[in-house]
């Protein structure tokens, strides 16, 4: 079975499951400009959601913070997995209330700190000695009861990309068991701190899901020992990180990977007595977006032919950053077999704008269009202004 979320109709391009061409969402292209399909989107909060032993599902909203988005995601009753203050407010802003946040990060802030205790948020997820300090001397004065978690790191390798493992022995993220269990027992001795979760997160765009089992197979035991320490400890946060294969858009594949994961999940936490939450981003949101770019110029080096589009890393950083790929398909398929080797960069005023290296397509013009696939998630939330470059419109179709 595939259900593939691109294909020609004819010669036009399609993106989802309504037989909707690309090109008709496009009136007159001018610059680059995101297109959203919700649906997608709505799509795979059902599938996580039909895990019966999931408690909520928290939406990772640096994958992208489109109101829009938060909007549908609050109306599927998720929660919300922040990691600043910007995106704690844009998410009260956006009509979460505070119990709906958690909040993440190695290195929050007196600010976040406070603002997260003053509005009394669902969960901060502790990774250091000094944030928990932080937190005990900002209570003094506020004196509220403060939920936490503390974010342990079972160093799990979760063989994605090292700019993303977050895992790894000595990353910066996290705390080994060690360190953990002073903070809990600190916790433990302070009636304004409650340790109701403990979580983890190993990485991002992890294609092996085998990986997960085995970071929970090493957090159990850690969670029944902080257990009897703080008997209010309640919740098992299980962090986000599933990931897609950016070269092949098929959903049938992607709810595969989601069921082989949560098969994962139940086998090993069915008997377990946890409030189970994940921090999901990719997953639900990468395939619901394409960047739609324009063919500038075509230019021939010694040894290279050059695609070069008008949206580059400025809009798109990922495949810059951690040598990501995305699929980059013409939205007019030519009328003949015609194709050439093209490497696909960007405009910016760096080496490394690059989308695709030798990749074969069909000899395109100036002046054509693309559609770079799969970019909702950690696009538009990631672009930039540099080269003082315009950000694209996002559409929702
Ligand atoms: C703490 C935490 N939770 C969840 C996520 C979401 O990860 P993903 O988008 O891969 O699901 C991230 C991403 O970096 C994270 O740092």
């Known amino acids: 079975m595939s259900r593939k979320l691109f294909y020609y ?11 909707q061409r690309i090109l008709d969402q496009i009136k007159q292209y001018s610059k680059p400009v995101w297109l959203y399909q919700k649906e997608v989107i709505q799509e795979r909060i059902q599938w996580i959601q039909s895990w019966p032993q999931l408690g909520r599902l928290h939406y990772a909203m640096k994958a992208n913070f489109h109101p829009e988005i938060l909007k549908l995601i609050k109306e599927n009753q998720c929660g919300i997995d922040a990691v600043s203050l910007g995106e704690m407010t844009h998410a009260v802003a956006c009509g979460f209330t505070p119990q709906d946040i958690i909040l993440s990060g190695v290195a929050k802030t007196r600010d976040e700190l ?3 205790i003053q509005n009394e948020i669902y969960q901060i997820n502790i ?3 000094s944030e928990l300090a932080k937190i005990i001397e900002i209570n003094k004065l506020l004196q509220k009861k403060i939920s936490l978690s503390i974010r342990v790191n079972p160093e799990v390798d979760a063989e994605t990309h090292p700019g993303i493992a977050t895992a790894l022995k000595d990353s910066k993220f996290g705390l080994d068991f060690k360190g ?6 600190r916790i433990a001795d302070d009636s304004n701190l409650q340790l109701k979760a403990i979580s983890f997160h190993i990485g991002s765009q992890i294609l092996n899901v085998n990986v997960f089992e085995k970071a929970i197979q090493v957090v159990k035991p850690f969670y ?12 098992l946060d299980l962090g986000g990180g599933v990931g897609i294969d950016y070269m092949d858009a098929d959903s049938d594949k992607d709810l595969a990977r989601w069921k082989a994961l949560e098969e994962i999940y139940t086998k090993e936490l069915r008997d377990f007595d946890a409030f189970l939450i994940l921090e999901i981003g990719r997953f639900l949101v990468a395939r619901s977006g394409v960047l739609i770019s324009r063919v500038e110029i075509i230019k021939q080096a010694d040894q290279v032919n050059y695609l070069i589009l008008d949206a580059g890393m400025s809009l798109l950083i990922r495949p810059a950053l951690y040598d990501a790929c995305h699929e980059v398909l013409p939205l007019k398929k030519s009328g003949t077999d015609d194709t050439t080797v093209y490497t696909v960069v960007g405009p910016i005023c760096e080496s490394s704008d690059v989308f695709a290296t030798n990749k074969k397509m069909q000899t395109l013009s ?3 269009l693309v559609a770079i696939c ?9 672009s930039s202004r540099y080269n003082l470059r315009e950000p694209a419109e996002e559409i929702f179709i």
């Open 224 to 235: 029944q020992k902080a257990k009897t320490l703080c008997p209010e400890l309640e919740r």
């Open 127 to 129: 990774e250091s000695p």
């Open 374 to 382: 799969d970019a909702g998630a950690y696009g538009s939330s990631m």
């Open 9 to 19: 109709n004819g010669a036009d391009l399609v993106f989802g499951y309504h037989n």
């Open 114 to 116: 406070t603002w997260a």
């Open 366 to 368: 100036e002046g054509d």
């Open 180 to 185: 953990a269990e002073i903070l809990i027992r």
